[in-house]
């Protein structure tokens, strides 16, 4: 079980993130998103909680030679896809960077068959308004959840034990329920949340 906290936005909500005990950061290069973050300031960011927190990019409709600059600049360790896709372009991505392809309930059985041999791509389900805070019919999913998939939309504290318990995700990833505002975390939402997470994992092992 791995928890990643995203949309971070400053060294001090890295800092609070890898103190509660979050596996992996978020950082939000698509610029649509409010929680928008320069290549310069997730790097510094990143490196503010050292190696052992992941620094995943989130991206969207960017070329490849664009995430693959920015994920250099801001010194990544993984990269988040959304949107549609081609193969050649996720695998373009995963020559060079591990790879969480986000897919929309309607996709996952497909992105499953699809992406289910290659070691560089890990799937993660989100709701189809990514960090618009509305958890997913977990129940009606879990027929076509894949062993080792990530789950993301609508977590926080509070119902983030319960949707373990429904799909056992390899991760979880969550954004609007641990802020006070839009790139702003709350800390106590944050702490709360891992720990819900490490509390229920021995219960749902993988």
């Known amino acids: 079980m791995k928890v990643k906290v995203c949309g971070t936005t400053s060294v001090r909500d890295a800092v609070l993130a890898a ?4 596996d992996a950061l978020g950082f939000i290069f698509a610029p649509v998103s409010r ?28 070329g490849l030679d664009e995430v693959l600059r920015v994920a250099d600049a801001a010194r990544l360790s993984a990269v988040q896809l959304h949107g549609p896709l081609s193969s050649l ?4 991505v995963a020559a060079y960077y591990p790879v969480l392809r986000v897919v929309r309930p309607a996709e996952l059985a497909q992105a499953a068959h699809m992406w289910r041999t290659d070691p560089r791509v890990t799937l993660m389900l989100d709701a ?8 997913l019919d977990w129940a009606a999913l879990k027929a076509d959840f894949p062993a080792g998939a990530w789950l993301a ?7 983030v034990a319960q949707a373990i318990g429904v799909l056992g995700p390899a991760g979880v990833d969550a954004v609007s329920r641990l802020e ?5 975390k709350d800390a106590a939402a944050v702490r709360a949340f891992v720990q819900a997470a490490r509390s229920t994992q021995a219960s749902y092992p993988q």
């Open 35 to 62: 929680r928008l973050v320069t290549p310069q300031a997730a790097r510094e960011a990143g490196l503010s909680v050292g190696a052992t927190v992941a620094r995943v990019g989130v991206f969207l409709g960017q």
């Open 180 to 184: 006070a505002r839009p790139g702003l």
């Open 89 to 92: 372009y996720v695998e373009g």
């Open 128 to 135: 189809p308004e990514p960090g618009g805070g509305v958890p």
């Open 19 to 22: 103190d509660a005990g979050a």
């Open 153 to 159: 939309g609508g977590l926080g504290p509070e119902n």
